[in-house]
């Protein structure tokens, strides 16, 4: 069964700071991989997305995503973070198909330290 | 864009009362639709996946008498919670796929839920 762990519930960086957000994924096929942000009480918004070709993917808002088979990672990363960032992301792992399912990380709750 | 919007966007029930959420494809038609619920300071946890003109699969422990799902056209799934009761109350998103690739799942506002 697919799963995603997100092992940091909590981060604070300082603004201007340097960002990067684990996600480890279990599937037993190629995945396909996202990161989506949700601020309080909305909903959400996709940020970037994996599938395959570079492993190097690059999203909306500044961020990127590594892809690394071997370690069944997809770590989000930003080089400078902006207070605007403060949200919760979430790491999700679907199929590649028309009627995959997507599971969701339990999220990063991401706070700016001004 | 693909959009999909929701319908209500926060709705307030009394308990013992049910009440129907609409999930809706605005410019394009969705095969296969997904239902979530997100507790407070939670990650989404999927409900069910609708699929257009058949029954819905429900993910396990989610009670399909309770939590109804009707997927009668290509860009209308119904959520209706029966019943409910204040443990119900939950922020309920959907999702739609296009059918087409890159199969990318487009999310709904959400659904806030308070049952008193």
């Known amino acids: 069964a697919q799963s995603v762990t997100q092992p940091d519930i909590h981060i604070t960086v300082s603004e201007g700071a340097s960002l990067e957000l684990r996600c480890n994924y279990s599937?037993?096929?190629?995945?396909?991989l996202f990161w989506y942000v949700q601020s309080p009480g909305q909903g959400l918004q996709l940020l970037l997305k994996?599938?395959?070709?570079?492993?190097l993917v690059q999203g909306i808002k500044g961020f990127e995503a590594e892809f690394k088979r071997s370690q069944s990672s997809f770590n989000l990363r930003k080089p400078s973070v902006h207070w605007s960032d403060a949200a919760e992301y979430f790491c999700?792992?679907?199929?590649?198909?028309?009627?995959?399912?997507?599971?969701f990380g339990s999220g990063t709750r991401l706070s700016i330290r001004p | 864009g693909a959009v999909v919007s929701q319908h209500p966007s926060w709705v307030i029930c009394k308990s013992g009362t049910s009440v129907k959420i609409e999930c809706r494809s605005l410019?394009?038609?969705?095969?296969?639709m997904f239902w979530y619920r997100q507790f407070p300071k939670q990650s989404l946890m999927l409900m069910a996946t609708?699929?257009?003109?058949?029954?819905?699969?429900?993910e396990q422990g989610v009670e399909k008498d309770k939590f109804l799902i009707n997927h009668a056209s290509l860009t209308l799934s119904t959520l209706t919670v029966t019943s409910a009761h204040p443990e119900d109350s939950s922020f309920y998103i959907c999702s739609a796929n296009t059918g087409t690739e890159p199969y990318e799942q487009y999310f709904g506002p959400g659904t806030r839920l308070t049952v008193t």
């Open positions: 994996y599938f395959s070709g570079d492993t």
């Open positions: 999700a792992v679907g199929a590649y198909s028309s009627a995959s399912k997507i599971i």
């Open positions: 609708s699929n257009e003109g058949s029954k819905a699969t429900y």
């Open positions: 410019d394009f038609q969705a095969t296969t």
């Open positions: 599937y037993g096929a190629t995945p396909y």
